[in-house]
Every structure is written in structure tokens, then in C-alpha cells.
């Protein structure tokens, strides 16, 4: 396992849990506890907000209020679904309105990048326009 991906998991498996010990996330991720602790260190250095506890219940524990993004999408994707966001709520299919509304927020609140994202978005959508007809929907959901 190469030591991204071994930070990935451990990021993962911290999130999952409320406090995990070094052993146990040695034992899982199948290294040394010597490995986690410099994986700790890499983390820290990183500015993920690991705390670490000491004594009998010791352990680390990932603060509630950090969001890892899992999944990392270019401009151009990230401007491809919004797009697609777009169309899907233009076919007025008022059962998923409200749902597209919060999936293109949420996307433009996890990419970071909102204001160029918008801009390149307004552009591309100045540029064109779709026109689509909705003809039994039922049939393909």
C-alpha cells in the first residue's frame, strides 16, 4: 500500500470512528505502529485536525468538523455535472426539483473553487441553449 493511499485510510477509518488506538490502526492498515506514527506526523503536517489523546484511553481521534473530500473533480467536471444539474431541473420534473437544487450546492460548496466555476459556467451557458421535451419519463426511471 502505497503511503497516499495508507493516509487516505487513515483519514477513512478516523472518520468512521469516534478514537481508534495506534495498534488498532496499525493492525488494520497491516504496519508498524512506528509507520502510523510518522503517517500522524505527515497528516499534521498537512493541517488534517488529528487530536491525540495520551494515557490508558488514549488514541486519535479526527475533529467532527473536518470534511475530506473523497472524490476530486476538475473545473471542467465539476462544471459538466452542474450543467447536468441544470438540464435535469429544467425539465421541470417537480419530483427531484428540490433534490438538484441541494446536489449543485453541495457540489459547489465541496469544490472550493464556487466563483470560477460560475463564471465558466454562465459563459458556456450564454453560449447555448438546450432545448428538451419531456415525453413519458416514467418509462425510463
Known amino acids: 500500500m502505497k503511503k497516499i493511499e495508507r493516509l487516505q485510510n487513515i483519514i477513512y477509518l478516523l472518520s468512521q470512528n ?11 492498515l497491516e504496519v508498524s505502529p512506528r509507520t502510523i506514527y510518522r503517517d500522524m506526523d505527515a497528516l499534521s ?43 435535469g431541473y429544467q425539465l421541470n420534473t417537480t419530483d427531484f426539483d ?26 458556456y451557458n450564454n453560449r447555448s441553449t438546450a432545448h428538451i421535451s419531456k415525453k413519458n419519463c416514467k418509462r425510463y426511471i
Not at 441541494?102 to 459556467?121: C, D, E, M
Open 18 to 28: 469516534k478514537r481508534l488506538s495506534c495498534s488498532h490502526i496499525a493492525k488494520t
Open 45 to 87: 503536517q498537512m493541517k488534517v485536525p488529528i487530536i491525540a489523546y495520551e494515557g490508558l484511553d488514549g488514541g486519535y481521534e479526527l475533529d467532527r468538523s473536518y470534511f475530506f473530500q473523497s472524490v476530486k473533480l476538475t473545473d471542467r467536471e465539476l462544471m459538466i455535472m452542474i450543467l447536468l444539474l441544470e438540464m
Open 98 to 123: 428540490d433534490a438538484l437544487i441541494t446536489l449543485k450546492h453541495k457540489l459547489l460548496n465541496a469544490s472550493g473553487k464556487q466563483p470560477n466555476i460560475n463564471n465558466g459556467f454562465k459563459t
